[in-house]
């Protein structure tokens, strides 16, 4: 098998894993998947598994890294540059919206272990400082476009963004809100009205 053979069905067994993880822990929860579980759903052996992750947490928060890596990529593809902050805002969070519910039940977990989070690890702060840098570069280049105060700190407005988006998420699995299109206005009311206490 060649080096380039190798490398992809290393990524698809990694993958296989992930999308196992995301079935499982909304089917059982998380706490009561195992690795063994995980195993029989990918259709592999457990030391497969511990050839790519040591623990459950690095699989949680493997989805995570996907999902940024994910949001802001396409992101870049979608919107320019030089779009609207609200416009860049809005698209962010629809995109990371529409990849956590794609799975519907593993989403309620991502959002529960985002605001109580069990997995206190130096790989989840580096998950966490990826988001925010990417963030932070969006929210940099509308301070230099007199879009928002420049003196505004960009880890405070990052938290305070995604916080909204988390709310407008957690609606979903409170009952408040009930459909996409729901999500989709209801977070441009709160970007628009986060925007009008911070615009340059």
């Keep these: 098998m060649t080096s380039g053979k190798r490398e992809q069905k290393k990524a698809q067994t990694r993958k296989a894993i992930v999308a196992a993880a995301v079935d499982l822990f909304s089917e059982k929860g998380y706490e009561k998947t195992s690795i063994e579980d995980l195993a029989k759903v990918a259709d592999i052996g457990k030391s497969t598994i511990y050839t790519y992750f040591n623990t459950k947490e690095e699989i949680f928060l493997a989805f995570c890294e996907e999902e940024v890596e994910y949001s802001f990529s396409a992101l870049r593809d979608r919107v320019d540059i030089d779009a609207p902050l609200i416009v860049q805002l809005h698209t962010l969070f629809m995109l990371q919206y529409g990849f ?14 985002t605001l109580f ?7 989840a702060k580096e998950t966490d400082q990826k988001y925010l840098d990417a963030l932070g570069e969006i929210l940099t280049y509308a301070k230099e476009r007199g879009e928002i105060r420049p003196e505004l700190d960009n880890f405070f407005l990052s938290a305070h963004f995604y916080m909204l988006y988390l709310g407008a998420l957690s609606g979903l699995y409170t009952g408040y809100i009930t459909t ?3 999500i989709e206005a209801g977070l441009l009311i709160l970007l628009n009205q986060a925007m009008q206490g911070i615009a340059g």
């Design 100 to 113: 956590v519910t794609r799975n519907r039940e593993f989403g309620r977990i991502l959002v529960r272990e």
């Design 117 to 123: 989070p069990k997995i206190i690890s130096s790989r």
């Design 180 to 182: 996409p299109g729901e």
